[in-house]
């Protein structure tokens, strides 16, 4: 089942990097990341306070967790520019390699409180088959 919710995921990511690189034609990267997220917060908050009842907390968390705003701004506006000149797939691609990445350091020193789980060399053959589609798509034809 959570598989499921994670390819929905990458398909609303998708869709989000599509319509963000449109968008950017129109109001710029910065006006995408602002109407994208004005947007989804009123959206959000709407739905927990009217149809959950419930209340929005920030807090207590450590300070540096806040930054996952920064970065969704940063993420948003970064997209959606690069959507619009490099394409979705290209873009999805390179998304994707900065993302696995960055998360294997991420999981190998549990950084940010997250459960440790060691790189294991193992994995490499599979990564060297993600690096070759990547330059496949960046590079052919």
Known sequence: MIQSLVILAGVLLSLMQSFGGVLSGYVGIFGT???????????????????????IRLGPMPWYIYFAAVFGIALTATNSYCVARLGASLTT????AGQLFFSILIDHFGAMGIRRTRFDPRRLPALAVLGIGLF???FAG
Do not use: D, P
């Not at 994208?36 to 009842?53: D, E, N, R």
């Not at 691609?93 to 994707?96: A, D, K, N």
């Open 93 to 96: 691609c390179l998304s994707i």
């Open 136 to 138: 496949l798509v960046a």
């Open 33 to 55: 990341s602002l109407a994208v997220h004005l947007i989804g917060g009123v959206l959000l908050a709407g739905y927990l306070v009217i149809l959950l009842h419930s209340r």
